[in-house]
Nanobody, 119 residues
Framework: QVQLVESGGGLVQPGGSLRLSCAAS????????MGWYRQAPREQRELVAT???????NYADSVKGRFTISRDNAKNTVYLQMNSLQPEDTAVYYC?????????????WGQGTQVTVSS
């Protein structure tokens, strides 16, 4: 079992920056694929970025060049640095951890943190 707790959300003006953190407990995440997803009102949850245990990253086209995902396995924490934020980035941001076992996939989610971009 992995528990994920997001933090760092808030209200920011367009063009501003925020850094989200996802602290994991219950298990070491070094072998997990970690990701950030977001869900805007009346929209489906969508992928923002993922990072593998080998630190390979993948980003949604809408955030490439503005967001950076990173992980600190020693702190059991994943980060999402968000720069040049725009109103369309407003959403609840969720942390995700996936472990690919021999016969099944283990999938865990945090409770989410609100990011609001508005002047």
């Amino acid at each position: 079992q992995v528990q994920l707790v997001e933090s760092g959300g808030g209200l920011v003006q367009p063009g501003g920056s925020l850094r989200l953190s996802c602290a994991a407990s219950g298990s070491l995440i070094s072998n997990y694929v970690m990701g950030w997803y977001r869900q805007a009102p009346r929209e489906q949850r969508e992928l923002v970025a993922t990072i593998t245990s080998g630190r390979s990253t993948n980003y949604a086209d809408s955030v490439k060049g503005r967001f950076t995902i990173s992980r600190d396995n020693a702190k059991n924490t994943v980060y999402l640095q968000m720069n040049s934020l725009q109103p369309e980035d407003t959403a609840v941001y969720y942390c995700n951890a996936v472990y690919y076992g021999v016969s099944r996939q283990y999938d865990y989610w945090g409770q989410g943190t609100q990011v609001t971009v508005s002047s």
